[in-house]
Structure formats: structure tokens, C-alpha cells
């Protein structure tokens, strides 16, 4: 008989919980994926995640900015124009997401293609 005592059931770590908080959500992923590239003004970071609307990644960039992963810039134009891109902290995560890329090429069904 398997053992259900306090040992045998331990608790998810609280770090990984609050990351996937976060990156758990649709579209937080392909967000940063982009903005590790480069600065990106808003209509074009729209333009290079197709099927976003524009409340998802308003919603999704200021939940970025409150975790001080995002900074939104505003270049006052005219046109005024809006840029966003990672903080020190948010490029802090680039090696961590190409490693999670590279296990879904290998072991995700599906992987590989762009």
C-alpha cells in the first residue's frame, strides 16, 4: 500500500508556483519570446504574435511591467508611439526559455516547426 503521510506528500515549490503565474498564461510566453530579440513598439509586437488582440497584450505586457520583467517606453512623436522591452531581470530569463524550447523540440509532439 502506498504511503500518504506527511513525507510522501510534499509541496510544490513556491518558486516555481509564481513562475508559472505568470508563464502559465496564454500568450506570456510568445511576449517575451519576442521582446528578447529586440525593443518592440506595440503594433509590431501585435503584428509578430498572430491571433492576439490588442486587450490580451495590453493586459498581458502591464502584468510583465508589474512583475518587473517589462518597461514600456513613450516616444512622444509625433507620431506618439509606444516601445516596449525587458528589464535587466526579464533578459535574465533568456537562458532558462531557450532550455525549455530546445526539451520542446525534442520531446513535445509537434515541435520543430515555425
Known amino acids: 500500500m502506498a504511503d500518504h503521510g506527511e513525507q510522501a506528500c510534499r509541496r510544490v515549490d513556491v518558486g516555481i508556483s509564481r513562475v508559472f503565474e505568470l508563464f502559465g498564461k496564454r500568450w506570456t510566453g510568445p511576449i517575451v519570446s ?10 509590431d509586437l501585435r503584428r509578430a ?9 495590453s493586459d498581458r505586457l502591464a502584468e510583465l511591467g508589474a512583475a518587473g520583467l517589462v518597461v514600456r517606453e513613450v516616444d512622444e512623436g509625433p507620431p506618439l508611439r509606444v516601445a516596449y522591452r525587458l528589464t535587466e531581470a526579464g533578459a535574465a530569463m533568456e537562458p532558462a526559455l531557450k532550455e525549455l524550447g530546445q526539451w520542446a523540440d525534442a520531446h513535445l509532439p509537434g515541435s520543430g516547426h515555425c
Open 49 to 57: 504574435i498572430p491571433g492576439i488582440s490588442e486587450r490580451m497584450l
Open 34 to 43: 519576442v521582446l528578447m530579440r529586440q525593443t518592440v513598439h506595440f503594433a
